[in-house]
């Protein structure tokens, strides 16, 4: 059984491989780039882009299980919803592949309406945000020691390592066709508790400010996002949804063992906030 892993080298795409290449199942990781993938060496590196189908086809051969991503680009600027599911669907159906996992948008795109008008078992993973998201507020506390964050609302944020977790059950085993999960951490923590905690796993007062909401429509207009953008943003951050802070034991019930927290998290990832 090989599993096909798109978003490979992404921030839950390297965790899903690690997974897989730990359980001893054969990986085939994709990438536009292999040559900067430095993924394990256990791991087959395949050269494919989701937007451009085709590529995907030498990749395909032999992938019994296929875990997707549903965006394309790095980050919220230059995202955007993928619009070849349809093509993907399709490769994957004449190759074999009989599993699939979704790691999925709030809003859907063309990878599930394929998914879902297909023959092909399917699995949906949701997320509120990740607890990687965290990582944005690095700079400024490496110089600044400060975070500032408009909205200081609770979220079940949840680990990469779980989202990977759930991933890696819904492709390698049985049960879990058909299902779409919402995944969460075990508490609802506002982002005043996520930065004390970060301030205690690298021993160091961090400040919390909150934004105005203006302030924070203006530091986004000097990151050159756009008007779209900001607009989202702000809405967001001003009237988060009733499931940002529900939550859940999805990552327990699939996995069998509860969901790390961010204490654990923020402790893996002290470095990447110490000057």
Same mark, same amino acid.
């Given at each position: 059984m090989t599993i096909l892993v798109t978003g490979a080298t992404g921030m839950v795409g390297r965790r899903i491989v690690a997974q897989l290449v730990e359980r001893g199942v054969p990986v085939r990781a994709l990438t536009r780039n292999p040559a900067a993938a430095r993924l394990p060496a256990a791991v087959e590196v395949a050269c494919g882009d989701l937007t451009v189908p085709q590529s995907l086809a030498p990749a395909l051969e032999g992938v019994t299980a296929l875990h997707l991503i549903?965006?394309?680009?790095?980050? +919220?600027?230059?995202?955007? $919803?993928? @619009?070849?599911?349809? !093509?993907?669907? @399709?490769?994957?159906? /004449?190759a074999g592949v009989r599993r699939v996992s979704v790691l999925s948008s709030w809003d859907e795109c063309s990878v599930e309406e394929a998914l879902r008008a297909g023959d092909l078992d399917w699995t949906r993973l949701l997320c509120v945000e990740f607890m990687a998201n965290a990582l944005d507020w690095a700079p400024s506390i490496r110089d600044e020691g400060v975070v500032r964050v408009f909205g200081d609302h609770p979220g079940a944020v949840v680990h990469e390592d779980d989202i990977a977790a759930v991933a890696v059950a819904? *492709?390698?085993?049985?049960?879990?066709?058909? @299902?779409?999960? /919402? #995944?969460?951490? $075990?508490?609802? #923590?506002? $982002?005043?508790?996520?930065? &004390? /905690?970060?301030?205690?796993?690298? %021993?160091?007062?961090?400040?919390? @400010?909150?934004?105005? %909401? !203006?302030? +924070?429509?203006?530091? #986004? &207009?000097?990151?050159? !996002?756009?008007?779209? /953008?900001?607009?989202?943003?702000?809405?967001?951050?001003?009237? $988060?949804?009733?499931?940002?802070?529900? =939550? *859940?034991?999805? =990552? !327990?019930?699939?996995?069998?063992?509860?969901?790390?927290?961010?204490?654990?998290?923020?402790?893996?990832?002290?470095?990447?906030? &110490?000057?």
């Open positions: 549903t965006v394309t680009g790095s980050g +919220y600027s230059d995202s955007a $919803p993928l @619009e070849t599911g349809f !093509e993907i669907a @399709e490769l994957a159906a /004449m819904a *492709l390698a085993e049985d049960g879990h066709a058909g @299902e779409s999960y /919402m #995944l969460t951490g $075990p508490e609802a #923590l506002t $982002p005043a508790e996520r930065v &004390r /905690m970060i301030g205690e796993a690298v %021993e160091r007062e961090i400040r919390f @400010e909150e934004l105005s %909401e !203006e302030q +924070y429509r203006a530091s #986004l &207009r000097v990151a050159g !996002e756009s008007d779209d /953008m900001i607009e989202f943003a702000a809405q967001l951050g001003a009237n $988060p949804p009733d499931a940002a802070s529900a =939550v *859940l034991p999805t =990552v !327990e019930q699939v996995t069998g063992r509860p969901g790390r927290t961010f204490a654990q998290w923020a402790a893996d990832h002290a470095a990447a906030f &110490r000057p």
